[in-house]
Structures are given as C-alpha cells and as structure tokens.
C-alpha cells in the first residue's frame, strides 16, 4: 500500500491552487467535502546538524468521515494505516508555481518526511482500541527508524473514527523546514485525499541540551 502525494503534486495539479478550503483539500480528485478532519497538533523538528541526522515527534488527533461503509475498512486507521508527510511549504504548496510540476524545483522536495505506517499492531485492552508500529526509514533499509502509536478515541456519528497518533522518526533531512508555517499531509488507505493542514505552531530547533550531572565531592571534616 503506497498512497500518492506525489502522484497528485506532479501528475494532476497543472497551475492549480491546492488551498481551496481554509486548511486543506484533494484537488485532483475534485473532493467538495473533507473526508479528515485535522482536530489537534503538536509537532516538533529537531535539527542536529545535517546530512541524514534530523528527526520528528508530532502528536495529532484526526477524524475520517469515510463514505457509506468507510470503504470496507480502507477508512480504518488501525486496520488498514495512515500515510503522514511534513512539508516546509503550506498547503497553496502550488500557488505561483506554473505549471506545478516536477520543473525547477522538483515538487518531490517538498516532502522531506513521508511514510506509510501500516500495518499496525492492533490491540484491545479493557475498552480502549490501539495500534503499535516499529520500522526503519527508508522503510527496509534504514538506518532511521519510524515508531508510532495510535488510539481510537471514538466513532463520530456518520464517520469511521476518531484517532490520536504520535510518532517519532529518525535519520530524516529536515534542513528544509525552518519555521512556521509548515503543514502536515494525512491520506488513507483508500487514497481518499491526501488532506493538507498548515501547522503554526510547530517547535522548530536544535535538540535541548541535555543536563550535566554535578559531581559532589565529600566533604572532609
């Protein structure tokens, strides 16, 4: 299962603006209606000095409305994965470029981070339904790693679930993204978007140095 943000960017948009809602929609595929919902984020990009040594921890809630049945499951987050990429642009990613497509500068470059999680270990425990994942990034190579959580939270009225996610990443090159605004892009198995939102508030920096111990010497009396 491989989702097609790039697909979208470089083959379907011609000069087109993706921002025809105030925070994200599939131009491509002419969605009048957002099927996920972004409902709370947090997101952080740690810089650590070049190359391939970057990483990311972000926490989001979404809802995914589905369609009918939530396409036999492909709308099931737990069941079926969630593609996640990060972007230093926002989401009008196109607006200015014309035609939008793999030119100067290739679009595939806005897209430092993107990855399909899936599958996702399900477990059920008590009452609460979550999912656990562990790969390497490049997936099945590495040597970064992806780890995720995810936890249904609940099932909206007319809609397929409601989950938070965290994930963290590593050997990623996140040069790219600076500062605010940036957006974060979800999409699900039935490849339904991919859905773009402009993240603001995103914690951008080096790595928090970490505390050096005090050594307390004896005191001789």
């Given amino acids: 299962m491989k989702f097609s943000l790039r697909g979208l960017l470089i ?33 952080q990009i740690v810089h650590n000095g070049g ?27 737990i069941a079926s994965g969630v593609e996640v990429a990060l ?21 595939v470059s806005e897209f430092p981070f993107d990855y399909v999680i899936n599958p996702f270990v399900s477990h059920t425990v008590g009452h609460q339904t979550y999912g656990t994942f562990s790969g390497l990034n490049p997936i099945g190579v590495g040597p970064g790693t992806v780890t995720a959580r995810i936890v249904l939270l609940s099932v909206p009225p007319n809609g397929c679930g409601t989950w938070n996610l965290n994930v963290e990443a590593t050997g990623l090159d996140l040069s790219s993204i600076t500062s605010n605004p940036m ?11 991919p859905f773009c939102f402009d993240i603001n508030n995103a914690i951008i920096g080096d790595p928090i140095p970490k505390p050096v111990p005090v050594v307390r010497r004896g005191v001789r009396r």
Avoid: H
């Fill in 87 to 107: 972007s230093p642009e926002t989401c009008d990613i196109c607006a200015g470029r014309a035609p939008c497509e793999v030119t100067s500068p290739p679009i």
């Fill in 51 to 77: 190359g391939t040594s970057d990483s990311t921890n972000f926490n989001i809630t979404f809802t995914n409305f589905g369609e009918g049945d939530c396409d036999g499951g492909e709308d099931d987050a």
């Fill in 11 to 43: 083959g379907s948009l011609g000069a087109a603006v993706l921002g025809l809602s105030p925070q994200a929609v599939s131009q491509a595929q002419a969605v009048t209606l957002q099927e996920i919902v972004l409902n709370a984020d947090r997101v």
């Fill in 183 to 193: 957006s974060i892009w979800l999409n699900d198995a039935d490849d339904s978007g």
